[in-house]
T-cell receptor
Framework: KAGVTQTPRYLIKTRGQQVTLSCSPI?????VSWYQQTPGQGLQFLFE???????NKGNFPGRFSGRQFSNSRSEMNVSTLELGDSALYLC????????????FGPGTRLTVT | QQQVKQSPQSLIVQKGGISIINCAYE??????FPWYQQFPGKGPALLIA?????SEKKEGRFTISFNKSAKQFSLHIMDSQPGDSATYFC??????????FGTGTSLTVIP
């Protein structure tokens, strides 16, 4: 089986712009979770989607949003980008909502200038 | 509040030595404690995990020790190899809920 794929792998954006990141889970996995990874902060949970519904949400501002499509693919959007949004954005898939075994993609490296 | 605290932030070990990374958690409802290994440019990969009904789990050179009363768990890497040089994250969760990750430990194994 193919692993979790994320596109694009690298992005450079300017403050104030918006960005959309994409994640395709492992075939058969219905849950997708998004994380922000920054040095010193580790992985911070953004949100989880299952069956096109947001199931869990972390403590991030409303500028961070997501959605999931009927084929389980998920997108994450960040509006009005700030310098502090520069990070590695990871998605992870699991079979069911809140499943114990999560499989991570390689991430999208976002740089905001 | 940091739900999972991880130490040390960085660790340097000689080849063949034992690497030990520690984590402490707050929420007694957590019932799954995984460790992830991340190499540069890659996403974290599940290494080994434990449930609170056992005190130790071993897979090859990797062992998790779990102390429920102290709300602590640790990863031991025996016979550490240069290929083990990576960042290690502990995490905790309960079924249906989000994962809480530690801040990571950068391990360097010197040949």
């Amino acid at each position: 089986k193919a692993g979790v794929t994320q596109t694009p792998r690298y992005l450079i954006k300017t403050r104030g712009q918006q960005v959309t990141l994409s994640c395709s889970p492992i075939s058969g996995h219905r849950s997708v979770s998004w994380y922000q990874q920054t040095p010193g902060q580790g992985l911070q949970f953004l949100f989880e989607y299952f069956s096109e519904t947001q199931r869990n949400k972390g403590n991030f501002p409303g500028r961070f949003s997501g959605r999931q499509f009927s084929n389980s693919r998920s997108e994450m959007n960040v509006s009005t980008l700030e310098l502090g949004d520069s990070a590695l954005y990871l998605c992870a898939s699991s079979l069911e909502s809140g499943g114990y075994e999560q499989y991570f993609g390689p991430g999208t490296r976002l740089t905001v200038t | 509040q940091q739900q999972v605290k991880q130490s040390p932030q960085s660790l340097i070990v000689q080849k063949g030595g034992i690497s030990i990374i520690n984590c402490a958690y707050e929420n007694t409802a957590f019932d799954y404690f995984p460790w992830y290994q991340q190499f540069p440019g890659k996403g974290p990969a599940l290494l080994i995990a434990i449930r609170p009904d056992v005190s130790e789990k071993k897979e090859g050179r990797f062992t998790i020790s779990f102390n429920k009363s102290a709300k602590q768990f640790s990863l031991h890497i025996m016979d550490s190899q240069p290929g083990d040089s990576a960042t290690y994250f502990c995490a905790a969760t309960s079924l249906g809920n989000q994962f809480y990750f530690g801040t990571g430990t950068s391990l360097t194994v010197i040949p």
